[in-house]
């Protein structure tokens, strides 16, 4: 299915080419995550197989990590194979580039972004904790928990470093360009950010149909206002370094309270 998702994501590029489509000839967004998403979750149960007939164990924070990297590998493999080659998008389009005379500077594109984080995850720990209060559910933490400091790393290195670098390179470098081209910027950030919050539930699980209904929905409305943030600060800044910032730091100051505090938070 993956396979046939990248053909398909392929095709509709090349139409879309011939088409002589305005603004952005490329493969839907939609396309190319459902193709990177199957593909990784392919390549992930072949790993798990693999290492379980060799007798290798993977505690949950190095599966997480793991799993983190491959995502990020597929989907950035896939925007360099159906987006970038084509010519759809450039590189520079989807935000590695300096900033130009007058835009300031890397350092500060990283110091804006990480100072953005800080009303972002105000904003969502009020929103959770008022449906919360509402649904009468609690999701689970999106990282297994853990008190060890290796373990910990592990989880810094997935949630800090790696999630946020394919995350934004996809949902903020590659989807919001492409959407900001063919709909213009706002509603670019308003489905991206949609997009970006949905994609965060589509592994949510609960005891029952309900449960797992109001989880998935509180896990949807709390990473909105952050979705549409990044989504902002990206067209903004036009480079990647102030949405990783503030997505990096959005994930990481939670995780050090839990570190800290002990208690169970919830990531993006």
């Known amino acids: 299915m993956a396979l046939g998702l990248v053909a398909a994501a392929g095709a509709q590029g090349l139409q879309r080419a011939a088409d002589g489509v305005a603004g952005y000839a490329g493969p839907s967004p939609y396309l190319v995550f459902a193709a990177a998403f199957l593909g990784s979750l392919f390549i992930v149960n072949v790993l798990v197989v693999v290492l379980d007939a060799v007798g290798v164990t993977v505690d949950d924070q190095a599966g997480v990590l ?44 990283v110091a804006w972004g990480a100072a953005l984080a800080v009303p972002a995850i105000l904003a969502a720990a009020f929103l959770a904790a008022l449906l919360i209060a509402v649904l009468g559910v609690t999701p689970e933490p999106t990282l297994p928990p853990t008190h060890d400091p290796f373990g910990a790393t592990l989880n810094l290195l997935a ?19 492409a959407w900001a081209r063919t709909a213009g910027p706002r509603a670019a950030i308003l489905r991206a950010g949609l997009f970006f919050a949905l994609v965060h539930v589509i592994t949510v699980l ?27 600060v990206f067209l903004r800044r036009r480079t990647l370094a102030a949405p990783i910032a503030l997505h990096a ?6 995780l050090v309270l839990f570190l800290l505090a002990g208690s169970r938070v919830i990531t993006g």
Not at 70 to 94: C, E, F, M, Y
Not at 206 to 232: E, K, M
Not at 249 to 254: C, D, E, Q, S, T
């Open 66 to 109: 793991i799993s983190s990297l491959i995502s990020g590998i597929v989907s950035v493999g896939l925007i360099a194979l159906l987006v970038v080659g084509p010519g759809s998008l450039r590189w520079s389009d989807l935000g590695f580039r300096r900033p130009r005379p007058g835009e300031g500077s890397l350092v500060s594109d």
């Open 159 to 177: 949630a800090v470093v790696v999630a946020p670098f394919w995350e934004e390179l996809f949902f903020r470098g590659f989807t919001t360009t």
């Open 206 to 232: 609960g005891s029952d149909f309900s449960t797992g209904l109001r989880v998935a929905l509180i896990a949807f409305a709390i990473r909105i206002p952050v979705g549409l943030l990044l989504g902002w």
């Open 249 to 254: 730091v959005y994930n990481g100051i939670p």
